[in-house]
């Protein structure tokens, strides 16, 4: 989906890594040791799992719930730039 681009954008961008095909264990110790907590961490790793999951799902089954994972997307990358040192 193009929120998970968008998410890999942005951490491309703020890690200094590639972002293509960019996966959440790509860039969970980088988050880590920049002081990201655990619960934003876990919340990250739920977000890639679910954009991964509708992308091999084809899409199927959303029924208007990218808004919502618009809104969690921003959420944590809020929350990334409160914590990263």
Do not use: N, Q, W
Request: proline share 2%.
């Amino acid at each position: 989906p193009a929120i998970l681009e968008a998410m890999r954008e942005y951490l491309g961008s703020r890690l200094k890594i590639p972002s293509a095909a960019m996966s959440f264990s790509d860039v969970e110790a980088l988050l880590e040791t920049r002081g990201v907590d655990g619960g934003t961490m876990a919340e990250l790793r739920h977000f890639f799992e679910r954009c991964e999951a509708d992308s091999y799902a084809g899409g199927a089954g959303k029924s208007g719930e990218d808004a919502a994972l618009v809104d969690k997307a921003m959420r944590i990358a809020h929350s990334i730039e409160r914590k990263m040192r």
